[in-house]
T-cell receptor
Framework: TQLLEQSPQFLSIQEGENLTVYCNSS?????LQWYRQEPGEGPVLLVT?????EVKKLKRLTFQFGDARKDSSLHITAAQPGDTGLYLC????????????FGRGTSLIVHP | ETGVTQTPRHLVMGMTNKKSLKCEQH?????MYWYKQSAKKPLELMFV???????ENNSVPSRFSPECPNSSHLFLHLHTLQPEDSALYLC??????????????FGDGTRLSIL
Protein backbone atom coordinates (compact mmCIF):
# COMPACT_ATOMS: atom_id res chain seq x y z
CA THR A 1 0.00 0.00 0.00
CA GLN A 2 1.18 3.46 -0.87
CA LEU A 3 1.39 5.75 2.16
CA LEU A 4 1.26 8.96 0.12
CA GLU A 5 -1.02 9.04 -2.92
CA GLN A 6 -0.40 11.77 -5.47
CA SER A 7 -2.87 12.80 -8.15
CA PRO A 8 -3.04 13.24 -10.99
CA GLN A 9 -0.14 11.07 -12.10
CA PHE A 10 0.30 13.02 -15.35
CA LEU A 11 -0.77 16.50 -16.37
CA SER A 12 -0.26 18.19 -19.75
CA ILE A 13 -1.46 21.77 -20.04
CA GLN A 14 -0.97 24.98 -22.02
CA GLU A 15 1.01 27.95 -20.80
CA GLY A 16 -1.18 30.29 -18.76
CA GLU A 17 -3.50 27.64 -17.34
CA ASN A 18 -3.97 27.01 -13.63
CA LEU A 19 -3.58 23.59 -12.02
CA THR A 20 -3.73 21.81 -8.69
CA VAL A 21 -1.98 18.61 -7.67
CA TYR A 22 -2.82 16.62 -4.57
CA CYS A 23 -1.00 14.54 -2.00
CA ASN A 24 -3.23 12.38 0.22
CA SER A 25 -2.74 9.89 3.02
CA SER A 26 -4.66 8.13 5.75
CA UNK A 27 -1.73 8.78 8.08
CA UNK A 28 -0.91 11.92 10.03
CA UNK A 29 2.38 13.61 9.16
CA UNK A 30 4.39 15.84 11.44
CA UNK A 31 5.54 17.76 8.36
CA LEU A 32 5.34 17.47 4.63
CA GLN A 33 7.64 18.67 1.88
CA TRP A 34 7.17 19.37 -1.81
CA TYR A 35 10.01 18.87 -4.27
CA ARG A 36 10.37 19.47 -8.00
CA GLN A 37 12.59 17.22 -10.09
CA GLU A 38 13.63 18.17 -13.60
CA PRO A 39 14.91 15.58 -16.11
CA GLY A 40 18.48 14.52 -15.41
CA GLU A 41 18.54 16.20 -12.01
CA GLY A 42 17.75 15.36 -8.41
CA PRO A 43 14.69 16.65 -6.55
CA VAL A 44 14.90 20.23 -5.29
CA LEU A 45 12.98 21.33 -2.21
CA LEU A 46 10.19 23.85 -2.84
CA VAL A 47 8.56 24.15 0.59
CA THR A 48 8.04 22.51 3.99
CA UNK A 49 4.67 22.73 5.74
CA UNK A 50 4.35 21.81 9.40
CA UNK A 51 1.12 23.24 10.83
CA UNK A 52 -2.36 21.93 10.02
CA UNK A 53 -4.16 24.43 7.77
CA GLU A 54 -0.93 26.19 6.87
CA VAL A 55 -0.73 28.00 3.53
CA LYS A 56 2.57 29.00 1.97
CA LYS A 57 3.15 30.92 -1.24
CA LEU A 58 6.20 30.83 -3.48
CA LYS A 59 5.60 33.26 -6.35
CA ARG A 60 2.90 31.55 -8.47
CA LEU A 61 2.89 28.39 -6.34
CA THR A 62 0.53 28.02 -3.36
CA PHE A 63 0.95 25.11 -0.95
CA GLN A 64 -1.62 24.04 1.63
CA PHE A 65 -1.37 21.52 4.46
CA GLY A 66 -4.66 19.93 5.47
CA ASP A 67 -6.15 20.73 8.86
CA ALA A 68 -5.66 17.13 9.99
CA ARG A 69 -2.12 17.00 8.55
CA LYS A 70 -3.03 14.05 6.33
CA ASP A 71 -3.05 15.77 2.97
CA SER A 72 -1.59 18.66 1.01
CA SER A 73 -2.13 20.46 -2.27
CA LEU A 74 -0.02 22.49 -4.65
CA HIS A 75 -1.72 25.08 -6.84
CA ILE A 76 0.12 26.75 -9.73
CA THR A 77 -1.31 29.93 -11.21
CA ALA A 78 -0.62 30.84 -14.85
CA ALA A 79 1.71 27.91 -15.48
CA GLN A 80 4.85 28.48 -17.53
CA PRO A 81 7.04 26.03 -19.49
CA GLY A 82 9.67 26.40 -16.75
CA ASP A 83 7.23 24.74 -14.33
CA THR A 84 7.60 21.47 -16.24
CA GLY A 85 8.89 18.66 -14.05
CA LEU A 86 8.03 15.90 -11.59
CA TYR A 87 6.41 17.20 -8.40
CA LEU A 88 6.99 14.99 -5.37
CA CYS A 89 5.48 15.20 -1.93
CA UNK A 90 7.30 13.64 1.01
CA UNK A 91 6.84 13.39 4.73
CA UNK A 92 7.59 11.47 7.86
CA UNK A 93 4.62 9.99 9.69
CA UNK A 94 4.16 11.25 13.25
CA UNK A 95 6.15 9.08 15.63
CA UNK A 96 9.70 10.10 14.82
CA UNK A 97 10.53 7.48 12.21
CA UNK A 98 13.76 7.95 10.33
CA UNK A 99 12.03 6.83 7.18
CA UNK A 100 10.79 9.64 4.94
CA UNK A 101 8.00 8.55 2.59
CA PHE A 102 7.63 9.82 -0.95
CA GLY A 103 4.65 9.78 -3.24
CA ARG A 104 4.97 8.56 -6.86
CA GLY A 105 4.87 12.14 -8.08
CA THR A 106 2.89 14.18 -10.58
CA SER A 107 4.57 14.62 -13.94
CA LEU A 108 3.69 18.08 -15.31
CA ILE A 109 4.29 19.30 -18.84
CA VAL A 110 3.51 22.91 -19.70
CA HIS A 111 3.38 23.58 -23.43
CA PRO A 112 4.33 27.04 -24.78
CA GLU B 1 26.29 24.41 -6.77
CA THR B 2 23.93 21.74 -5.50
CA GLY B 3 25.99 21.00 -2.41
CA VAL B 4 25.63 17.26 -3.00
CA THR B 5 27.81 15.77 -5.74
CA GLN B 6 27.39 12.27 -7.13
CA THR B 7 29.80 10.38 -9.36
CA PRO B 8 29.64 8.89 -11.85
CA ARG B 9 26.54 10.40 -13.48
CA HIS B 10 26.08 7.36 -15.70
CA LEU B 11 27.24 3.77 -15.24
CA VAL B 12 26.77 0.71 -17.40
CA MET B 13 27.90 -2.58 -15.93
CA GLY B 14 27.53 -6.29 -16.39
CA MET B 15 25.94 -8.50 -13.79
CA THR B 16 29.29 -9.86 -12.62
CA ASN B 17 31.07 -6.53 -12.28
CA LYS B 18 31.92 -4.71 -9.06
CA LYS B 19 31.56 -0.94 -9.02
CA SER B 20 31.00 1.83 -6.49
CA LEU B 21 28.88 4.96 -6.48
CA LYS B 22 30.21 7.98 -4.67
CA CYS B 23 28.41 10.85 -2.96
CA GLU B 24 29.96 13.92 -1.35
CA GLN B 25 28.15 16.70 0.48
CA HIS B 26 29.57 20.14 1.21
CA UNK B 27 26.74 21.35 3.44
CA UNK B 28 28.02 20.31 6.86
CA UNK B 29 25.09 17.91 7.29
CA UNK B 30 25.11 14.97 9.69
CA UNK B 31 22.76 12.61 7.86
CA MET B 32 23.11 11.00 4.44
CA TYR B 33 20.74 8.78 2.46
CA TRP B 34 20.69 6.46 -0.55
CA TYR B 35 17.51 6.23 -2.62
CA LYS B 36 16.54 4.19 -5.66
CA GLN B 37 14.26 5.85 -8.23
CA SER B 38 12.61 3.58 -10.81
CA ALA B 39 10.07 4.54 -13.43
CA LYS B 40 6.48 4.71 -12.15
CA LYS B 41 7.51 3.88 -8.58
CA PRO B 42 7.99 6.15 -5.57
CA LEU B 43 11.46 6.95 -4.37
CA GLU B 44 12.64 3.94 -2.36
CA LEU B 45 14.78 4.66 0.67
CA MET B 46 17.69 2.21 0.84
CA PHE B 47 19.98 3.36 3.64
CA VAL B 48 20.24 6.15 6.20
CA UNK B 49 23.40 7.19 7.98
CA UNK B 50 23.46 9.57 10.91
CA UNK B 51 26.86 10.72 12.16
CA UNK B 52 28.47 7.91 10.15
CA UNK B 53 26.35 5.22 11.81
CA UNK B 54 23.82 3.29 9.78
CA UNK B 55 20.42 3.90 11.35
CA GLU B 56 18.19 2.37 8.72
CA ASN B 57 18.58 -0.51 6.30
CA ASN B 58 15.33 -0.78 4.45
CA SER B 59 15.41 -4.50 3.50
CA VAL B 60 17.92 -3.94 0.72
CA PRO B 61 19.57 -7.00 -0.92
CA SER B 62 23.13 -7.68 0.18
CA ARG B 63 24.43 -7.04 -3.34
CA PHE B 64 24.18 -3.36 -2.31
CA SER B 65 26.70 -2.45 0.38
CA PRO B 66 26.89 1.10 1.78
CA GLU B 67 29.89 2.73 3.38
CA CYS B 68 30.09 6.04 5.21
CA PRO B 69 33.71 6.80 6.15
CA ASN B 70 32.87 10.31 7.41
CA SER B 71 29.90 12.65 7.52
CA SER B 72 30.76 14.17 4.12
CA HIS B 73 31.14 11.00 2.07
CA LEU B 74 28.87 8.11 1.27
CA PHE B 75 29.51 5.16 -1.02
CA LEU B 76 27.31 2.44 -2.45
CA HIS B 77 29.28 -0.66 -3.42
CA LEU B 78 27.63 -2.80 -6.10
CA HIS B 79 28.28 -6.47 -6.76
CA THR B 80 26.48 -9.10 -8.84
CA LEU B 81 23.57 -6.85 -9.69
CA GLN B 82 20.43 -7.92 -11.54
CA PRO B 83 18.74 -6.22 -14.53
CA GLU B 84 15.92 -5.01 -12.24
CA ASP B 85 18.52 -2.97 -10.34
CA SER B 86 18.75 -0.59 -13.30
CA ALA B 87 17.52 2.75 -11.98
CA LEU B 88 18.52 6.25 -10.92
CA TYR B 89 20.36 6.14 -7.59
CA LEU B 90 20.03 9.35 -5.63
CA CYS B 91 22.07 10.49 -2.67
CA UNK B 92 20.70 13.04 -0.23
CA UNK B 93 21.79 14.76 2.95
CA UNK B 94 20.04 16.60 5.76
CA UNK B 95 21.10 18.43 8.89
CA UNK B 96 19.84 15.65 11.16
CA UNK B 97 18.10 12.34 10.41
CA UNK B 98 15.79 12.29 13.38
CA UNK B 99 13.92 15.56 12.89
CA UNK B 100 10.95 15.41 10.58
CA UNK B 101 11.16 19.06 9.47
CA UNK B 102 14.60 18.68 8.02
CA UNK B 103 14.55 18.99 4.22
CA UNK B 104 16.76 16.74 2.19
CA UNK B 105 19.24 18.05 -0.33
CA PHE B 106 19.66 15.71 -3.27
CA GLY B 107 22.44 15.10 -5.73
CA ASP B 108 21.67 14.70 -9.42
CA GLY B 109 21.94 10.92 -9.23
CA THR B 110 23.78 8.12 -10.96
CA ARG B 111 21.89 6.52 -13.85
CA LEU B 112 22.76 2.82 -13.55
CA SER B 113 22.14 0.31 -16.35
CA ILE B 114 22.75 -3.40 -15.81
CA LEU B 115 23.38 -5.43 -18.94
Amino acid sequence: TQLLEQSPQFLSIQEGENLTVYCNSSSVFSSLQWYRQEPGEGPVLLVTVVTGGEVKKLKRLTFQFGDARKDSSLHITAAQPGDTGLYLCAGRPSGGSYIPTFGRGTSLIVHP
Amino acid sequence: ETGVTQTPRHLVMGMTNKKSLKCEQHLGHNAMYWYKQSAKKPLELMFVYSLEERVENNSVPSRFSPECPNSSHLFLHLHTLQPEDSALYLCASSQEAAYSNQPQHFGDGTRLSIL
